[in-house]
């Protein structure tokens, strides 16, 4: 009976053996053992990304001429605008993962041009440790007719811009406005933060639960305002103009400039700068 075993077991030992054989073989020939293993299986959920794809850095470079209206509306990146004296618009993208870049859209139709960055949970999730990842817009001094931006989750920085229509919108992020002049402006903030400095003959300004610091540049009588607000908190110039389900409006003749202020609960300060 144990010879028997004895037999039984060295056929196994050498089965098992041929077997090691022809898997070092196959191995060598350019198989894989995971591959036969997975071959027949449905496996779709499954994303086979490697672990470094973030630290992919991508940078590319478009180029556009005769723009004359702009549309930006991306969300989990930074965003850079600045005028310059050049005779085309510029858009540069720098520290964005390249799995991350071919979701970006670019659409162009004679004198306008739109930029697209998707918010999915797939975007969020690969921009959600990468805090440098930026798109830089270099626009000619004074080509813009309108100017469009929203930046959702993402933030915003100009440092100069002059065009006749402006609209700035955020979510939950962050924008800085240095210096802007127009003809009409129009600035949302939801739960995020705006910092603004310019002069509009209208400005329209809109707040969530977030907070918004305006520097109104001119004089506090050059300007007849209008303001409401639920819950929030609101100062124009010296004047607190917030409080529960509160509203002001200011007229003042030979006012020009027109300013309409919308507050939830909120807060929005005016500053003036003669």
Known sequence: MKKQWKIFWAICGSLAAIGVICC???VILGGSFFRSIVKDRDFDYITFEAENDLEIKGEEQQTFYGIKELDVDVSQVNVQLEEYDGRYLTV???DIPDNVLNEISYTTDESSLEIE???SKRIKKLLSDNTKATIRIKVPSRSLQEADISVGAGSLYISQIQVEELKVEVGAGQAKIEQFV???AEF???AGEMQIAGEAESTEVECGVGSIIYQAKGREDEY???VESSLGEVTVGGRSCGGIGSGTEISRDGAK?????ECG???VQVKFQK
């Open 92 to 94: 540069e993208t720098v």
């Open 182 to 184: 127009s003809n009409c």
């Open 24 to 26: 070092i073989v196959g």
């Open 117 to 119: 960055l998707g918010d």
């Open 224 to 226: 007849k305002y209008q």
């Open 257 to 261: 400039k027109e300013l309409y202020i």
């Open 265 to 267: 609960i909120g807060q």
């Open 188 to 190: 949302q903030c939801g």
